[in-house]
T-cell receptor
């Protein structure tokens, strides 16, 4: 079973649309993340949730809204998609946050292409 | 600025020992993490820590601001992207480098 699973894996959509990427982890972790890998290949953190509460919100446009219905799920909703939103989005989880002993487990990524 | 630096590409031949170097300017960072990423798959943690460590064919060297990932007896199947990351910064994030693409000649 995949520990961190995200859907869809591929998404092609038009500018201006609203789309969501879902993420679920079955590891019993308390913390979940969304990372963005852009064309420059950096993996940059976007959001972090610990026990359904937002902990980290990096400089991300407010068109991006994470939603955590429970600690096993962290969905990413994007409004009014722009060309620059095209990237690979990785969901991840860890037992806790900011602890050196933690391992962050990643999903396989969701390729978003905005046309 | 909190950043992690690593070469964009490294080339090797089968059977060799490959070294991928990483250094950082991340505040309050004492731990390195090395991830392996095959495109289309989930990045996977290889080795981590605040001291030299080894996991199978993967060795990690450690200095306060730099680390190297050493891959022993490298194989063609090891061709992938290797990410170095540090835990630190103002919010205790895992901050990644751009990744090093390893190519392996037979």
């Amino acid at each position: 079973d995949t520990a961190v699973s995200q859907t869809p894996k591929y998404l092609v959509t038009q500018m201006g649309n609203d789309k969501s990427i879902k993420c679920e982890q079955n590891l019993g972790h308390d913390t979940m993340y969304w990372y963005k890998q852009d064309s420059k290949k950096f993996l940059k953190i976007m959001f972090s949730y610990n026990n359904k509460e937002l902990i980290i919100n990096e400089t991300v446009p407010n068109r991006f809204s994470p939603k955590s219905p429970d600690k096993a799920h962290l969905n990413l909703h994007i409004n009014s998609l722009e060309l620059g939103d095209s990237a690979v989005y990785f969901c991840a989880s860890s037992q806790d946050i900011g602890t050196s002993g933690n391992t962050i487990y990643f999903g396989e990524g969701s390729w978003l292409t905005v046309v | 600025k909190d950043q992690v630096f690593q070469p964009s590409t490294v080339a090797s031949s089968e059977g060799a020992v490959v070294e991928i170097f990483c250094n950082h300017s991340v505040s309050n960072a004492y731990n390195f993490f090395w991830y392996l990423h095959f495109p289309g798959c989930a990045p996977r943690l290889l080795v981590k820590g605040s001291k030299p460590s080894q996991q199978g064919r993967y060795n990690m060297t450690y200095e306060r601001f730099s680390s190297s990932l050493l891959i022993l007896q490298v194989r063609e199947a090891d061709a992938a992207v290797y990410y170095c990351a540090c835990l630190g910064g103002s919010q205790g994030n895992l901050i990644f480098g751009k990744g090093t693409k390893l190519s392996v000649k037979p």
